[in-house]
């Protein structure tokens, strides 16, 4: 069966595990979520479910559910078709057991506009032999002969506020009472960042 919950990035921390080994652990704020919708075969040509997270006060009228609900996110997943899954089921941080592998994905931090060298990791010029001002720049942009930029160079630009997914993510700890997951290791995305994690 194929888990998915919605969460909010704590800051990382440290646990130690059985064998007194000291792990980092980022810690997600996940659940409870609701079952908002369950998509089948023979209606929508697929099988998924749509959770809702986080109930919000003030929200635009298309995202008021006919039930009055209101939340901040919804997301959906795909699952199996002989999922056993009805609307207006919770679904918590219970779901997963430490050893599990799962994938999460969340929008990485924004670094706005932001040159080669940290964009790309070049190297950048020479320090000298006249090339004072060539230090940090990208260099050559293509040849002489066909006089034209290839598609694909990189360049400096907008870096960042992209969507990133990292799979293979162990669970370490999770806590049911204060709906918290440990992840080992960093997660993409800022600390209260949306993070969806599945498996």
């Not at 023979?42 to 298309?62: L, N, R």
Request: net charge positive; proline share 4%; glycine share 14%.
């Amino acid at each position: 069966m194929k888990k998915f919950i919605l969460g909010y990035k704590l800051p990382m921390t440290q646990v130690f595990t059985k064998n007194g080994d000291m792990v980092g652990v980022t810690e997600i704020q996940a659940g409870p979520c609701e079952v908002t919708q369950v998509r089948t075969p023979d209606k929508d040509g697929y099988s998924a479910v749509q959770i809702a997270f986080d109930a919000a006060k003030h929200v635009k009228k298309p995202q008021i559910r006919k039930d009055g609900k209101k939340y901040k996110h919804t997301a959906e997943f795909r699952t199996e078709a002989d999922a056993d899954i009805k609307v207006g089921q919770t679904i918590d941080t219970g779901v997963f057991q430490p050893g599990d592998f799962v994938k999460v994905t969340g929008i990485n931090k924004g670094r706005g506009f932001q040159g080669v060298v940290k964009r790309h990791g070049f190297r950048g010029g020479k320090k000298s032999h006249g090339h004072k001002d060539q230090l940090r720049m990208p260099g050559s942009l293509g040849d002489g002969g066909r006089q034209n930029v290839i598609k694909g160079r990189r360049m400096g630009g907008h870096m960042g506020n992209k969507q990133i997914t990292v799979s293979n993510l162990e669970v370490v700890g999770v806590d049911v009472k204060r709906n918290v997951i440990q992840l080992k290791g960093a997660v993409p995305g800022a600390i209260s960042g949306l993070i969806r994690i599945s498996m």
